[in-house]
Structure formats: C-alpha cells, structure tokens
C-alpha cells in the first residue's frame, strides 16, 4: 500500500479530505502530554473533530510499551471504538509507532491517520509503515507493518520543537542524503546551518517545505520497493545498527548507573543516529571505499551538532552485545548497511568485534 503524503496548506480541508476517505464510526486522537498542550489546541475546534475522543499518554521514548498500548487498547475498548474506528496519531516518533500499532492490533486492525509534529517524525517515524513498541530496553522488538491511511504534515508544528528535538529530525534527513546523491547531502548540510540560526521561520520557508518533501521522498522510494525490508530497504538502517545500540544502552545506563562507569546520558534517537552515521562510514571507508573526505565531512558536522557521544572503551563489549540483537542480523553476524559512495548503498554486510571497535573508537576520538 503507497501512503497519501500530504504537506498541507489547508490544514482542516486536508483533515476533512482525509477523513472523507476514511470509513469511520468512531474517531479518536492519540497524543502524548506535550502533544496535547502544544498541538491539539491547533486542532480541537475543527468541525470534523467535534466528536473525537482525545487519549493523552506520558511523554518519553520510555513510554513506548506494551503496558502503554495496553492502556490504549483499553481506552478504546471503553469508550465503545469498533472495527471500523479510526485513530488519529497526532505526536512525535513515539507517539506515530505506538499509536500505528496500537490501530494495526485493535480489532485486528481499524484505520488510522498520522499528523506528525517533530521533524523526525515528519522525515522518518510516520511513514513506511513501520509500528511497533520497545521490550526489555531494545528498539522496536514488537510490531507490525501497517500504514496509515494518510500522513498530513503541517510544518508550522515545527516552530513548538526546542533546537535538540530538530536535531534529532536532522539526522535522519543527513542519512537520506547519503543514501541518494551528492546533490541532495549538499543541500542538507547547508540547510542544517540556516535552519538552526533562524528559529522564527522553522517549518513555514518554501525551502524547508521542499527539502523535507525531498527527504521523505527518498524513504518512499525505497518503501515502495521493498515493503517488508526484505531487500533495498534495509538500506536506511544506515546508522541505525549502532545508532540502535547506543540509544538503548544510554537508556539502559541510565535505569542502572551502579553497572556501567559510562558518562552516556538518555540519547534521543536521532542523536544516537548520528553518532550511528559516524561508526557506519567509518566502516564504509574500511570495507567498501567510502571516500575518506566524505566521512570527515560528515564526522566533523556530526560532532559539531550533537557534541561527543560520552562512552568509553569500556563501554564496547556492552554495544556489541546490544547490536547482535538487531532485528536485520543473520547467520553471518551483525548486519550493516554501508555505502561504497554517496548513493551507492551496500546493503547486507558484516563486521567483526574488532571492526566495530575500531569504528568506534573514531566516533570518540574523531
């Protein structure tokens, strides 16, 4: 199934356009707490939402659970949603995953719309269809594919992030760059040192619009070829099999300070991202002859942005282990996608201890 994609104009008109094409006896907004205080304001007075029941849920990556679906799937339960309901996600990455699978399990499947309003979550977690929530500290373990019926990006949500949060959005439209040409990791860079300096114009500029349409465009591309990541899409786990790890152990370190002697604190996905990019094109220059220019370029903005990583070597052995349980991994061991060149993907490849240590070592010292 091909995602409607729309960067809306009209906001209610695209809402009621949506809806229209979308069978329902019940509507419901799924938000988190900030969410509910910044975003549903914009919306509640539509007349198409007059009916909608809102669901609020705690904020935070560490809330993307079972229990927390459970809680979901009880709410609809209890205020009478049926087959044919429809769940509107309006939130971040956290809120579009859980909420997509959430909508894919409940009656074995209602429909559902995505208003993401975090740039990551416009240029990653609310298209491709991938739902899912986290188990026992790792990233995703449960889940389904399922795409929404629509996805409406209103940019001017964009103005409500704090700078980190858009660098977490950031990261994930550098990785797009790499995976297409040249041209569009240019044009990323060199949005990435307008956009942060002019806060007041975030999300509305014709050329943010464009970029973040490009952005997407090149996820869908891959999606469309490859819905269930069988192949081609494996490719935008560019960063992520490190980037996984490091997001997972910062959280794990967290919840148990006395087992690590790690200065890592929680990481938000697409900082753990970009520190994933780093070790990844190291690899790619190790083991497909990634241009060495190109992986300082892109380890020098990286560090400039989102600072250092905060492990140590100590931390490696702990990384690894995380890494191997990595949905993408096969007999061969931990499973990499890497790039020969910008646009030229490998997917499929493997590294050993060392390899990722070493890798690792140039995300620390640079």
Avoid at 168 to 194: C, F, I, P, R, V
């Amino acid at each position: 199934m091909n995602e409607r994609i729309v960067t809306t104009r009209n906001f209610q008109e695209d809402l009621v356009i949506a809806l229209s094409e979308c069978e329902h006896d019940g509507l419901f907004v799924l938000t988190d707490e900030n969410t509910a205080s910044l975003c549903w304001p914009v919306v509640k007075d539509f007349l198409c939402l007059r009916k909608a029941h809102l669901l609020t849920i705690p904020a935070g990556d560490e809330q993307k659970t079972i229990a927390t679906a459970t809680h979901v799937w009880e709410q609809l339960s209890q205020l009478g949603a049926t087959r044919h309901s429809c769940l509107i996600n309006l939130g971040g990455g956290m809120v579009t995953d859980l909420g997509g699978f959430v909508a894919a399990t409940f009656k074995r499947g209602i429909n559902f719309i995505n208003i993401p309003t975090s740039l990551l979550a416009m240029v990653d977690a609310s298209t491709g269809g991938k739902t899912g929530v986290n188990l026992g500290g790792l990233k995703n373990e449960v889940g389904v594919f399922c795409h929404p019926h629509c996805v409406i990006l209103h940019t001017p949500f964009l103005q409500t992030l704090h700078t980190q949060d858009l660098l977490s959005g950031y990261a994930e439209m550098l990785k797009h760059g790499l995976l297409d040409s040249k041209a569009l990791w240019a044009e990323t860079l060199n949005w990435g040192e307008q956009f942060l300096s002019r806060s007041e114009e975030r999300g509305v500029g014709s050329e943010a619009c464009s970029l973040l349409q490009r952005s997407i465009a090149v996820k869908q591309r891959i999606v469309e070829a490859d819905p269930k990541e069988q192949d081609i899409r494996k490719a935008l786990n560019l960063g992520h099999t490190v980037g996984h790890a490091l997001e997972s152990y910062s959280y794990l370190s967290a919840s148990h300070p006395q087992n690590t002697t790690s200065h890592i604190t929680p990481l938000k996905h697409g900082y753990a991202v970009a520190y994933g990019l780093v070790c990844e094109l190291y690899l790619s220059t190790m083991k497909c002859g990634f241009p060495t220019e190109v992986l300082r370029q892109a380890a020098s903005t990286i560090r400039a942005y989102y600072g250092e990583v905060g492990i140590t070597c100590d931390d490696y052995d702990a990384l690894i282990a995380l890494m191997r349980h990595d949905k993408k991994n096969n007999l061969a061991g931990i499973n990499f996608t890497l790039l020969s060149a910008i646009g030229d993907i490998r997917i499929n490849q493997t590294a050993n201890d060392e390899e990722i240590k070493e890798a690792l070592d140039f995300l620390r010292e640079g």
